[in-house]
């Protein structure tokens, strides 16, 4: 066994600080994890390898005993190369304020993703078998040896067990090797562990998803709209540059993995293009409600009915999922808030910084969520009582399009006094329809640009820029 300098037992629990230096690409997380990977294999080689991030803890005594059970499965074990569990937040609210809960993906797309050939790695709460992740080629002939592959190093010394590892993790260590391409986790993506998944996939290996009652591991969820705002523009670019690449499910994963599984992994590497649909039905019908163009079919006409289908059953099905899946109707409700802000802000950036880093325009970036957080944000957030209070451009974006709206839909009330109502809402209905639908969406932005007074507001920057520019373009429809 590994000794200290005085003969006793080292610890099997190491902390380790890899080298930075300026002129050499430390890779983010995903260098992190090699580093660590490779380290580990000098102190212990164990088989499985647990990956968590740092603000996340164990909350389920039983889940290693869970996941051994896969993966010593005696039928099926060997093609596991990882098991996943959910990720899961112990502060978010009762009605989930800002749609951290993941309720839908957890309980449904990732059972689906589980019965097609594996879950995708999400970079935390996951086992993983050495082997896998280490770059290695799934055979029908492979079987883990669980025994004797630990004994390592037993009398050495921790100052010599330190000397072994220093190399391990020094910057200049993964030079012309296949570190970060073949072997470890994959470089190049703001989200490497999806990709990482997804290669070990299509090397042969299978994933398996666990969400036990009580869960397994639990972090923290973001309490500011920004910070949900900013994590999800990190995600959605990763997602979005991993369809851009070479990895694409649909080339790397041909004849690899199956169909719907490479189906599957769209719902999330197509999060950023979702901008564009919904940039289109929260502006284009409220600038033309401006010019009074009609863009539906009147409410007088049969073509009306395959819209009204369309909207009402895909509400029904979602609100209906969702309920199905533990939440509540505020609940569901504020998802749906949070998908048009993210789509509109988030997704947005990030579909043009990857079309942008494609031409060279932008570099590879990685943001940290922030873990610490002041007493009054704290305090509004268990208030269910949203968090601006910064000047950042996504809010601007955000209160653009909440005052466009509202400016839209005074237009249509001031068109339908004028013309008894009755001509002009039988052309418009529905494009006041979604006017109002988007207003409503927007209350909590109508509320911090206009009605809060505490620090938690939105900028007085932000809503004269918000304001100014709603004006513009309302102003440029009428006269152009």
């Excluded at 010599?160 to 993790?169: G, H, I, N, S, T």
Aim: charged residues 20%; contains cysteine; neutral net charge.
């Amino acid at each position: 066994m590994s000794l200290d300098i005085e003969g006793k037992m080292l610890p099997k629990l190491v902390y380790v600080a890899r080298e930075k230096r300026t002129h050499y690409n430390h890779n983010f997380k995903a260098g992190a994890l090699n580093a660590l990977i490779r380290v580990s294999s000098v102190i212990s080689n164990g088989p499985i390898i647990l990956t968590v991030d740092c603000d996340v803890y164990s909350d389920n005594s039983e889940s290693v005993k869970d996941a051994m059970c896969c993966f010593m499965d005696e039928e099926n074990g060997n093609k596991i190369a990882y098991v996943q569990f959910p990720q899961s937040s112990y502060n978010v609210t009762t009605h989930d304020l800002y749609a951290s809960c993941f309720r839908v993906p957890n309980e449904l797309e990732m059972r689906g993703m589980d019965a097609n050939g594996g879950p995708c790695y999400i970079g935390s709460g996951c086992f993983h078998r050495r082997h896998a992740l280490c770059g290695a080629v799934y055979t029908a002939f492979f079987k883990q040896e669980w025994y004797g592959e630990t004994t390592r190093n037993e009398n050495e010394s921790a100052s010599v067990l330190e000397e072994r590892c220093k190399p391990l993790a020094s910057c200049t260590y993964e030079k012309k090797t296949q570190w970060g391409k073949d072997v470890g986790l994959l470089y190049g993506y703001p989200s490497e562990d999806i990709v990482t998944g997804l290669a070990m996939q299509c090397r042969g290996w299978k994933s398996v998803y666990l969400n036990p009652e009580r869960k397994g591991f639990v972090g923290v969820a973001p309490t500011t709209l920004l910070d949900v705002l900013v994590q999800h523009k990190r995600w959605s670019e990763g997602q979005f540059s991993i369809l851009m690449s070479k990895c694409c499910p649909f080339l790397y994963g041909y004849k690899r993995i199956p169909f719907a599984l490479q189906m599957a992994y769209t719902l999330y590497l197509l999060w950023a293009p979702n901008c564009l649909p919904t940039l289109a039905y929260v502006t284009i019908p409220q600038l033309c409600l401006v010019k009074d163009i009609p863009l539906f079919p009147k409410v007088s006409s049969f073509w009306i009915l395959p819209f009204l289908y369309v909207i009402v059953s895909q509400y029904i099905y979602s609100l209906g999922e969702f309920v199905l899946c533990g939440g509540s109707v505020k609940g569901w409700w504020n998802e749906q808030r949070m998908w048009l802000f993210k789509r509109t802000t988030s997704y947005l950036l990030a579909f043009l910084d990857t079309l942008l880093g494609k031409f060279g325009f932008s570099e590879l970036g990685f943001t940290v969520t922030p873990k610490v957080v002041d007493e009054n944000v704290l305090r509004r957030y268990k208030k269910h009582v949203m968090e601006f209070g910064s000047d950042s451009g996504m809010f601007i974006g955000l209160a653009f399009i909440a005052m466009l709206n509202l400016f839209g839909l005074f237009w249509s009330l001031k068109t339908m006094v004028m013309d008894s109502g009755t001509r002009a809402l039988d052309h418009l209905a529905l494009q006041i329809g979604v006017c109002i639908v988007v207003v409503w969406i927007n209350l909590p932005v109508y509320e911090g640009l206009f009605v809060r007074k505490d620090d938690g507001k939105m900028p007085t920057s932000v809503t004269c820029n918000s304001v100014i520019l709603a004006l513009i373009a309302c102003v440029s429809i009428v006269l152009f």
